[in-house]
């Protein structure tokens, strides 16, 4: 008796809600902005796919109007941002700019960053650490491959670009470098890691410093914590060098892994990067910032893989490091490619195939064949 109610009652019950979703769906308002398909109760999450930012770039093909309204007059909705365990538990309470709410705090954190750490003028004092550490870049590329006289060698570049990077950061916060196999052994530990760091410099600021310099981005951190402590937190400071660690080291590392993995594709192309960089700057001295100006062609390649990194984003929450992985990017590429000879492990392509992350990592980590030219010789005689 139990089982033929049951039986009765599931397709009426089926019956209902259906009815019940066919008269929402008609009362629906008329007016809505143009929309893909949805089905209900799941909505639209059937059209979510793998990679995520080309599900977007897909659908924005087809309602794009809707989405440069929503990058317009809407975009102060969207520059938003959920709470969330992760943001609480990594983030110290949302308090870190890519995780904060659209608001005060935001926009003072913005503002730190684009003032205090990104301007010019501090890009322009760290200047010699990016050209120290891409000029190490280039002699350990050189030191792998001169062994094997005239004859081209086989390179494995993510590990080393993201090496690159990640000291690019690392000195600029504190001034030192190496730190790197330290933060891969962390896992739960990075709040403990950031504090020490915060320690380290407080306390050569007690004793003198030591010789040491005072000019990095922690110790100016530290000076501004002196005189607006109530914002000014080691929450906060912590934030701003998490963020820049991961953010400034991925980004613009994965960045260079692109544009030579594009140009590695595209001889051609790779051959015309190379003949303007003969011909502005020739083989006596190595490309540096003040050259970029001059590299149209360099730049143009730069801004490609750059934008395949940044993806979709609301211009309110556009990243403020974007200058800085302009310059690291295109100086770092350039100098390969003014330095190197470059040719594929084989004939085949190298792998476009694009990884999960926020990121976009390459699937395959990019390996490459490399000789060094006359120039390279010099450079590692100074």
């Given amino acids: 008796m139990e089982?033929?109610?049951?039986?009765?009652?599931?397709?009426?019950?089926?019956?209902?809600?259906?009815?019940?979703?066919?008269?929402?769906?008609?009362?629906?308002?008329?007016?809505?902005?143009?929309?893909?398909?949805?089905?209900?109760?799941?909505?639209?999450?059937?059209?979510?796919?793998?990679?995520?930012?080309?599900?977007?770039?897909?659908?924005?093909?087809?309602?794009?109007?809707?989405?440069?309204?929503?990058?317009?007059?809407?975009?102060?909705?969207?520059?938003?941002?959920?709470?969330?365990?992760?943001?609480?538990?990594?983030?110290?309470?949302?308090?870190?700019?890519?995780?904060?709410?659209?608001?005060?705090?935001?926009?003072n954190l913005r503002r730190i960053c684009t003032l205090e750490i990104f301007s010019s003028a501090c890009l322009n004092s760290f200047l010699p650490i990016r050209m120290d550490e891409i000029k190490r870049l280039l002699l350990k590329l050189n030191k792998r491959t001169s062994s094997f006289c005239d004859d081209f060698t086989k390179v494995e570049l993510k590990s080393m670009f993201l090496e690159m990077t990640f000291n690019?950061?690392?000195?600029?916060?504190?001034?030192?470098?190496?730190?790197?196999?330290?933060?891969?052994?962390?896992?739960?530990r990075s709040d403990e890691f950031l504090q020490n760091l915060i320690e380290e410099r407080r306390g050569s600021h007690k004793i003198g410093?030591?010789?040491?310099?005072?000019?990095?981005?922690?110790?100016?951190?530290?000076?501004?914590?002196?005189?607006?402590?109530?914002?000014?937190?080691?929450e906060i400071i912590k934030g701003l060098i998490l963020v820049m660690l991961i953010a400034g080291t991925d980004t613009s590392g994965l960045a260079i892994e692109w544009g030579m993995s594009y140009l590695l594709n595209h001889p051609l192309s790779l051959k015309i990067a190379t003949e303007k960089l003969d011909s502005v700057i020739g083989q006596e001295r190595l490309i540096d910032e003040t050259d970029i100006a001059k590299l149209s062609y360099l730049s143009n390649i730069t801004s490609t893989s750059t934008h395949v990194i940044t993806g979709l984003h609301d211009r309110r929450r556009a990243c403020p490091g974007a200058n800085m992985a302009q310059r690291v990017v295109t100086v770092t590429l350039g100098s390969l490619i003014q330095c190197f000879e470059w040719k594929r492990i084989s004939e085949e392509l190298v792998d476009m195939t694009e990884g999960e992350g926020m990121n976009m990592p390459k699937v395959v980590s990019l390996e490459a064949m490399c000789k060094p030219r006359k120039i390279m010789a010099r450079i590692a005689e100074h």
């Fill in 168 to 188: 690019i950061i690392v000195r600029m916060l504190t001034g030192k470098r190496d730190y790197e196999k330290k933060v891969s052994r962390l896992g739960k």
């Fill in 209 to 234: 410093g030591g010789g040491e310099s005072r000019d990095t981005v922690l110790d100016h951190l530290l000076s501004l914590q002196e005189t607006q402590p109530e914002f000014y937190t080691d």
């Fill in 3 to 107: 089982t033929s109610s049951l039986y009765t009652f599931l397709p009426l019950a089926f019956l209902l809600l259906t009815l019940k979703l066919f008269s929402s769906w008609l009362k629906r308002p008329k007016n809505l902005p143009p929309s893909p398909p949805s089905i209900p109760i799941l909505g639209h999450l059937h059209l979510i796919k793998r990679p995520f930012h080309q599900t977007l770039h897909s659908l924005s093909q087809s309602y794009g109007s809707s989405a440069e309204e929503c990058c317009t007059k809407n975009d102060t909705v969207l520059a938003n941002r959920p709470s969330s365990v992760a943001a609480n538990q990594i983030g110290y309470g949302s308090t870190v700019v890519t995780m904060a709410p659209y608001g005060d705090h935001w926009r």
